[in-house]
């Protein structure tokens, strides 16, 4: 069984630039989770996603951020525009209905210059 | 909110010895979960260890066993037998078995462990 996939894997960009990083899941998995972890500190939850609705989102910042789950399996975590503060891993991941554990991917490193 | 406290930032082991990482939490509920996850630099978070906070056995898993203390609202890490592979950054983390806040996940800081051959 294929994990949790997460693209790109590293991602440099300038500071106001847009970027996006995307998560596939586990096949059947219909929670998906979004993490950000800043160097040196444990995740902290983004947004929770419930099929394709988030039933979480109070952690991310509305203004820049945004984050999408079409058909309830892909979802794609978007920055607009990036500050250097941004700089950080975003992980993904996710676990069945009432398994109370979960299955990361490698996350996403992102260094905003 | 609930929090988890990891007050070693970094530890070292010899090989073929035995480290035991802490962990602290607060939380007002009596029903949860307890978990320990290992870091490497590939940057995956790898589940090492689960524990049921109703249950009063601690886990065991091969040479990794927790010391769950629920009063004192401790969980520690032992890793026995210590392998150059366990060297990682160590995470542990709680989740409420309640519905208020979903499967939300939260982490302690993290400690460094470091095995010396």
């Known amino acids: 069984e294929a994990g949790v996939v997460q693209s790109p894997r590293y991602k440099i960009i300038e500071k106001k630039q847009p970027v996006a990083f995307w998560c596939n899941p586990i096949s059947g998995h219909n929670t998906l989770y979004w993490y950000r972890q800043n160097l040196g500190q444990g995740p902290e939850l983004l947004i929770r996603y419930e099929n394709e609705e988030a039933v979480d989102d109070s952690q991310l910042p509305k203004d820049r951020f945004s984050a999408e789950r079409l058909k309830g399996v892909d979802s794609t975590l978007k920055i607009q525009p990036a500050e250097l503060g941004d700089s950080a891993v975003y992980l993904c991941a996710s676990s069945s209905q009432g398994f109370y554990g979960y299955t990361f991917g490698s996350g996403t490193r992102l260094t905003v210059v | ?117």
């Open chain 2, 1 to 117: 909110a609930q929090t988890v406290t990891q007050s070693q930032p970094e530890m070292s082991v010899q090989e073929a010895e035995t480290v035991t990482l802490s962990c602290t939490y607060d939380t007002s509920e009596s029903d949860y979960y307890l978990f320990w996850y290992k870091q490497p630099p590939s940057r995956q978070m790898i589940l090492v260890i689960r524990q049921e906070a109703y249950k009063q056995q601690n886990a065991t898993e091969n040479r990794f066993s927790v010391n769950f203390q629920k009063a004192a609202k401790s969980f520690s890490l032992k890793i026995s037998d210590s392998q150059l592979g366990d060297a990682a950054m160590y995470f542990c983390a709680y989740r409420s078995a309640g519905t208020d806040y979903g499967n939300k996940l939260v982490f302690g800081a993290g400690t460094i462990l470091r095995v010396k051959s």
